[in-house]
């Protein structure tokens, strides 16, 4: 396959760059249209930034169980599949230690306020996912007071797969779609999809081939915003301390059978290096790893760096 | 035991039988809906209210079930066989078609 037979359209949508590309003539405005639906229908479900969205419902209805949409249980039902498969690593309980770290807004806004303008307050980190009830009757899902969820670690990667899968049901052929990095591939490829992975959009990249499955890169050094006390905080929080994680890897790029997987992966690694490391041994995962001070580890099946044009 | 009062009898089983569901039914929402939730321990497992039991989806998370994470079955197809591994290889020169990054 080559850049001439294939069509991508890309856009911005949840702070990040979307992308879909079909192979031959897709309709790719079709193939859009399709990524487009299910983000509207995700964002509506589980938006952390929408008062209206199905898990601002059931964050501000804590200790209640609340009705939800078949998609919104389904994704939440996937974070705590997550939570377990990590041992809590990927906690979706998190949701008030982030607003407490001050990523209480879309990160444009977080990031375009005065250091000075919200005071950082610590709260204890997550371990609560345990306490999620799930009402698989009537739908409904019940968080303990004081606990929010935010699914940022598990649903945009999700969404990614999902979106891969229906647009290559429609349209046929071949289908890469990239929200914000997390990449999933569907359908067959004749020659694997030219994939740049960075640490951050627009840094510098190596280049690997992608046949199929799920690729995504998590790092501490994007989504970064600085707190009012100076300290420059991340996203990516762990559990045990309540605070942004400070492992051995800054950043993660995982290669598994789906985005969702290599997302949960990615995650992890940075949350915890070693249990992380045993997973991806365990699971056959390739990852490419980057420590604090910018060297790298390969796992798996990861491309060395001569195979890997840059 | 005659035609009619067979008939009768096997009425009455019908009926008990209906309104025992029914009240079996209407038990089980009322628990339902009056399940509340912990403060904190527990397991998601043991406090789920109801599993469906036997039903096995994939989650996308574990690589022993290939499939997608979606309601509608098993991937059509999610690449060549022995998909579960080898998915990344060395890049190729020209445009890319794709980045993975952090957002």
């Known amino acids: 396959m080559s850049a001439r037979d294939s069509s991508t359209t890309t856009w911005r949508d949840w702070s990040c760059t979307v992308l879909v590309t079909t192979t031959g003539p897709r309709q790719p405005e079709a193939a859009a249209d399709v990524v487009r639906d299910l983000m509207a229908d995700v964002e509506r479900a589980v938006s952390r930034f929408r008062p209206d969205s199905d898990l601002e419902r059931v964050n501000d209805g804590a200790g209640r169980l609340v009705a939800v949409r078949p998609l919104t249980f389904r994704l939440v039902e996937t974070a705590l599949r997550a939570a377990r498969l990590t041992h809590g690593a990927v906690d979706p309980t998190l949701g008030a230690t982030l607003c407490a770290l001050g990523y209480d807004a879309d990160i444009a806004v977080v990031r375009g306020r005065p250091a000075s303008s919200w005071a950082p307050t610590h709260r204890p980190g997550g371990g609560r996912w345990r306490s999620v009830r799930l009402d698989r009757t009537l739908l409904r899902v019940g968080i303990p007071a004081g606990v929010r969820l935010d699914l940022g670690a598990t649903a945009k990667a999700w969404t990614a797969d999902e979106a891969a899968r229906r647009v290559q049901r429609r349209l046929g052929g071949a289908v890469l779609v990239g929200i914000g990095g997390d990449l999933a591939a569907a359908g067959r490829v004749g020659r694997p999809w030219r994939i740049d992975v960075a640490e951050t959009e627009g840094a510098d990249a190596v280049r690997v081939g992608l046949s199929h499955g799920g690729l995504a890169t998590s790092s501490v050094t994007g989504r970064r915003w600085t707190a009012a006390d100076g300290a420059v905080r991340h996203h990516v929080v762990d559990p045990r301390t309540g605070l942004p994680a400070a492992g051995r890897w800054r950043t993660a790029s995982v290669w598994a059978p789906t985005a969702l997987a290599a997302n949960v992966a990615s995650t992890w690694a940075l949350v915890d290096s070693e249990a992380a490391a045993g997973h991806l041994t365990e699971r056959g995962l390739a990852a490419r790893l980057v420590d604090r001070e910018g060297r790298v580890e390969l796992h798996g099946d990861w491309p060395s760096a001569e195979a890997a044009a840059s | ?103």
């Open chain 2, 1 to 103: 035991m005659n035609p009619r009062q067979r008939l009768l009898a096997r009425s009455r089983r019908y009926l008990f039988g209906a309104v025992g569901t029914a009240v079996v039914a209407t038990g089980a929402f009322v628990a339902a809906a009056h399940a509340s939730v912990p403060d904190s321990g527990g397991t998601s497992d043991d406090t789920t209210v109801q599993q469906n039991q036997g039903e096995q989806q994939y989650d996308g998370l574990d690589p022993s079930q290939p499939g997608t994470s979606t309601d509608e079955g098993n991937s059509p197809d999610q690449g060549d066989s022995g998909s579960l591994s080898g998915g990344v290889s060395g890049g190729q020169a020209g445009s890319a078609d794709g980045s993975s990054h952090a957002s």
